[in-house]
């Protein structure tokens, strides 16, 4: 079955950066586009960022250049690269296919400290 593992999150500072990393399994995850999701403290999850198959990235926030999404396809895993963190970016990540399926992983939570 789908699994989908997030790591990498933290509590850090404002304006230092970390990389979560998704390790997925149970599906042939070369061949789908995927995407980073968050969900802040009392707000709606939301797409940050996508990459499909091919490489090609997307990027869903009013602050594009401080994430940068990657993957692997040869470890089944994507990245997400979160530059110059703010207060703001405290939420969980999750990575899922895109468009989602119905599996979500535990998330990874990011606290970003003024």
């Known amino acids: 079955q789908v699994q989908l593992v997030e790591s990498g999150g933290g509590l850090v500072q404002a304006g230092g950066s970390l990389t979560l990393s998704c390790v997925a399994s149970?599906?042939?995850?070369?061949?789908?586009?995927m995407g980073w999701y968050r969900q802040g403290p009392g707000k709606q999850r939301e797409l940050v960022a996508r990459?499909?198959?091919?490489?090609?990235?997307n990027y869903f926030n009013s602050e594009k250049g401080r994430f940068t999404i990657s993957r692997d396809n040869a470890k089944n895993t994507v990245y997400l690269q979160i530059n110059s963190l703010k207060p703001q970016d405290t939420a969980v990540y999750y990575c899922?296919?895109?468009?989602?399926?119905?599996?979500w992983g535990q998330g990874t939570q990011v606290t970003v400290s003024s």
């Open positions: 990459i499909n198959s091919g490489g090609a990235t």
């Open positions: 899922n296919m895109f468009p989602t399926g119905s599996y």
């Open positions: 149970g599906f042939r995850f070369s061949i789908y586009t």
